[in-house]
């Protein structure tokens, strides 16, 4: 398997353009993560879906985030307008529900956003 | 709510040294708990994993013992090579509650000098 891919890899955009993220999971994984991470806040959860519903979005920032996942093998993160303090590396992950414990997710390899 | 405390970094050792990074948690459940390591410019790896009490999670060298009452679960290695230098971060994912997605600790770089 690929493992989770993630595009772009880097992506630099201009305060207030719009950004789309984009996220391939795991085949056969059924929930999909969308992490950030910063120097000054670390690892930060935004939300997670499973079986393309999200669960938990708590941790979107505001409302110029957004996340979708129409099917099982494909999920966004838009930002609407975008900040400079949006300037950070964003992590896609998946995993597969458990029958009993030990769910380890996995990660792509983060798009770094600059926005300036 | 979960949480995890990771010793503050950066951790600097020689070569051949023996590591031990400090990992303690907060569940409301009984929580499987991960290691996972980060280099440069990459995304988050597993590392290892122990998901009861007393189990041993071990890869490449590394060790963690799932240990509940001391909440713990630090990270050790016999002999560190120069490219073991990353950031490893601790995490759990309390699966009584129901939620799936994990809590990650802040980090600890470890820098290995030849």
């Known amino acids: 398997d690929a493992g989770v891919i993630q595009s772009p890899r880097h992506e630099v955009t201009e305060m207030g353009q719009e950004v789309t993220l984009r996220c391939k999971p795991i085949?056969?994984?059924?929930?999909l993560f969308w992490y950030r991470q910063t120097m000054m806040r670390g690892l930060e959860l935004l939300i997670y879906?499973?079986?393309?519903?999200?669960?938990?979005d708590s941790g979107m920032p505001e409302d110029r985030f957004s996340a979708k996942m129409p099917n099982a093998s494909f999920s966004t993160l838009k930002i609407q307008p975008s900040e400079p303090r949006d300037s950070a590396v964003y992590f896609c992950?998946?995993?597969?529900?458990?029958?009993?414990?030990?769910?380890?997710?996995?990660f792509g390899q983060g798009t770094r956003l600059t926005v300036v | 709510g979960d949480s995890v405390t990771q010793m503050e970094g950066p951790v600097t050792l020689s070569e051949e040294a023996f590591l031990t990074i400090n990992c303690t948690y907060t569940?409301?459940?009984?929580?499987?708990l991960f290691w996972y390591v980060q280099y440069p410019g990459e995304g988050l790896q597993l590392l290892l994993k122990?998901?009861?009490?007393?189990d041993k999670g071990s890869n490449k060298g590394f060790e963690a013992t799932y240990r509940k009452e001391t909440t713990s679960f630090h990270l050790e290695k016999g002999s560190v090579q120069v490219s073991d230098s990353a950031v490893y971060f601790c995490?759990?994912?309390?699966?009584?509650?129901?939620?799936?997605?994990?809590?990650f600790g802040s980090g600890t770089r470890l820098q290995v000098q030849p």
């Open positions: 992950a998946s995993s597969l529900a458990p029958r009993g414990r030990g769910t380890e997710a996995f």
């Open positions: 085949s056969g994984h059924n929930s």
């Open positions: 879906f499973n079986n393309n519903v999200p669960i938990d």
């Open positions: 569940a409301t459940g009984y929580p499987s």
């Open positions: 122990a998901t009861k009490a007393d």
């Open positions: 995490a759990l994912s309390a699966m009584d509650t129901g939620r799936r997605a994990l809590t």
